[in-house]
């Protein structure tokens, strides 16, 4: 398997938490999340470096938390205080082969999952 596979989306109202799951075939790579919202640009939300660095998104920045085990070749993405916002359908990538960890270019990607917050 090369392509991650997300799970946990799911719909919650405002101030929820949910978290999103993503497997991958190698934990030597940097691995990140990216969200789309309808008729807005794909933005990159959180990554983690390959040498275990994490950066976020200036919007998500004190309310998500990337991480990852190794062991199982599984990232995470905690969202906590989801607000209306946060609406998109999310996408972990893994294998980043250009650009900056957080919103660079990936060579391979997930299908995504829908994250829906309401008020």
């Known amino acids: 398997q090369v392509q991650p596979v997300e799970s946990g989306g799911g719909s919650v109202q405002a101030g929820g938490s949910l978290r999103l799951s993503c497997g991958y075939i190698?934990?030597?790579?940097?691995v990140g999340w990216f969200r789309q919202a309808p008729g807005k640009e794909r933005e990159g939300v959180a990554c983690?470096?390959?040498?275990?660095?994490?950066y976020y998104a200036d919007s998500v920045k004190g309310r998500f938390s990337i991480s990852r085990d190794n062991a199982k070749n599984t990232m995470y993405l905690q969202m906590n205080s989801l607000k209306p916002e946060d609406t998109a359908m999310y996408s972990c990538?893994?294998?980043?082969?250009?650009?900056?960890?957080?919103?660079?270019?990936?060579?391979?990607w997930g299908q995504g999952t829908q994250v829906t917050v309401s008020v």
């Open positions: 990538a893994a294998h980043l082969v250009g650009g900056e960890c957080l919103g660079g270019a990936y060579k391979y």
């Open positions: 190698s934990s030597s790579v940097s």
């Open positions: 983690s470096s390959r040498f275990g660095d994490t």
